[in-house]
Every structure is written in C-alpha cells, then in structure tokens.
C-alpha cells in the first residue's frame, strides 16, 4: 500500500478485525515519511447485480448506497463509526439473501428498515425520495405510520 501522503511503500504494524468480522483494520506507517494511516479492507459484492425500476442492471456498487443515506443522514447527529456500522448491518442483509441479482426496491426496503429504528428524520427523508412522494400529504401518511409503532 503506497502512503498517501508521499506516495512511497508502507508497512503494517498492526492489523485487527473490525465492523463485526466484516472489515480488517490495519495500521500503517511510511516507510519515506513516516507518517502513520489506517486502511481498511471489506469485502466487496462482486457479481451481485441491481436490477433498477426501468428494468436496467447494473453492478452492486456500495458508495451508491453511501450517498443515498448520507444525504438522508445530512446534519443529523451521528459519528462516522456509527455511520459505517449502519452500512455495513444493510449490506450484510443484503449479502445474506444470497441473490446474485436484487432489487433496486429490495435495497431501498432493506434500508428503510434499518433507518426507521437508527434515526426516524433520516427514514422519511429517504422514503420520501425513495417512494417518490408527490405531496405534503404523503409525509403525513408516513408520519402517522411511524407514529403508531
């Protein structure tokens, strides 16, 4: 792995599992120098495709999924470690179904599912979007679903 900062050689000094045995943390250091970064390693969902709602496909791609919840996240009250523990807990779901061809819909409602429990403006913010909703009255209607549970 080459330094970001200088561009030369690095070397691991220490290497631990994180994001719950989906991610290898390693911390490096510069061998020109010396600064010291952290890399992180995840496996990615190869061969997984999304078939989108215009019935085009495309490869699994997870910072499309990044962009979706960080904007539906913007300015809410959370750390990037609380961040990165909600992607990974949705891709991991959608690792689990085994499929290698999902939903663009089966994405958005495996997402769903876990941002109405993480942070409830950050669900609508994305249900909105993601269900494509047309008035002020469709926030109502998923406000008083959210409300009754």
Do not use: W
Request: aromatic share 8%; with cysteine.
């Amino acid at each position: 792995m080459r330094c970001p900062i200088c561009h030369r050689e690095s070397r691991v000094t220490n290497s631990r599992i994180a994001d719950q045995g989906r991610a290898i943390k390693r911390r490096r250091v510069c061998v020109g120098c010396r600064r010291r970064f952290t890399t992180y390693e995840r496996a990615e969902l190869v061969g997984t495709e999304v078939l989108k709602r215009d019935g085009s496909r495309e490869p699994y791609y997870r910072h499309k999924l990044e962009l979706g919840l960080r904007k539906a996240l913007e300015k809410r009250p959370l750390t990037e470690a609380q961040f990165q523990k909600l992607i990974s807990a949705i891709e991991g779901e959608i690792l689990n179904q085994e499929k290698e061809l999902i939903t663009s819909e089966e994405i958005g409602q495996i997402a769903l599912s876990h941002l109405k429990s993480f942070d409830k403006v950050a669900y609508l913010r994305f249900a909105s979007v993601y269900r494509n909703f047309r008035s002020p009255h469709a926030f109502e209607r998923e406000i008083e679903k959210l409300s009754q549970k």
